[in-house]
């Protein structure tokens, strides 16, 4: 049998990224919709290069384990990373075990102003994210729009005198997603 062929037509499969791309779950947590933000650009990166790509808000996933990653995302509010992920690792415990994973945290901490520095609330997230150990974890600046804080977060926020607008820093997340699949293990190139 002359299996040329079959073997053309699975590498114009391969090739096409049809079937053999690997399948990857951008999972997040916002409450502002500030990391909504950056998930969609690391899931649309991701997609660029040719993976099949997820994003959704980790509440609503039920079945992580379908996936070949997972990239995990959160804000961090008052020193503390969002509840979600705690209850999202805890949730799919097996299924997170069995696939690599990667993380990111949102803040204004990177803004070099307070609240906390990076690798305080860093650790915190890695505490929050055990026992997985993903591959890579970093934090990138986030948001703030008063416009659209509710009163106590406001309140908060002119209190502490905090910095206001939009720092994420759409260059930095891309360069970021674009390494995710050679750090993930899921990358075709060596
Ligand atoms: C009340 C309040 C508390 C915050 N606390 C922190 C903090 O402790 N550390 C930090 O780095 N950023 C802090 N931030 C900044 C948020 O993490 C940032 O605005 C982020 O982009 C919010 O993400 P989201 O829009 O997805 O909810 C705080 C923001 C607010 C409004």
């Known amino acids: 049998m002359d299996i040329l062929p079959l073997y053309s037509l699975l590498l114009s499969i391969f090739e096409k990224g049809t079937v053999m791309s690997p399948r990857i779950l951008v999972a997040y947590a916002s409450v502002h919709g500030s990391t909504a933000g950056v998930a969609e650009a690391i899931g649309k ?21 379908d996936y070949d990653s997972i990239v995990i995302g959160a804000p961090v509010y008052m020193g503390k990373v969002v509840g979600d992920v705690k209850k999202f690792v805890v949730k799919h415990r ?71 607008g939009d720092f994420r820093d759409w260059e930095a997340i891309g360069v970021w997603a674009r390494e995710l699949p050679r750090k993930l293990g899921i990358s075709a190139e060596p």
Not at 45 to 56: F, K, P, R
Not at 104 to 115: E, H, M, N, S, T
Not at 126 to 148: N, Q, S
């Open 45 to 65: 990166a991701l997609q660029i290069e040719g993976y099949s790509v997820d994003i959704a808000p980790m509440k609503t996933v039920s079945s992580p384990g």
């Open 94 to 164: 097996d299924a997170l075990a069995r696939v690599p994973v990667a993380a990111f945290c949102i803040g204004v901490a990177p803004l070099g102003k307070d609240p906390g520095d990076v690798d305080t609330i860093m650790n915190i997230f890695r505490t929050a994210l055990a026992p997985l150990e993903p591959v890579d974890v970093t934090m990138f600046a986030g948001k703030i729009d008063m416009e659209k804080l509710p009163f106590m977060h406001k309140w908060i926020w002119k209190k502490m005198d905090g910095p206001v």
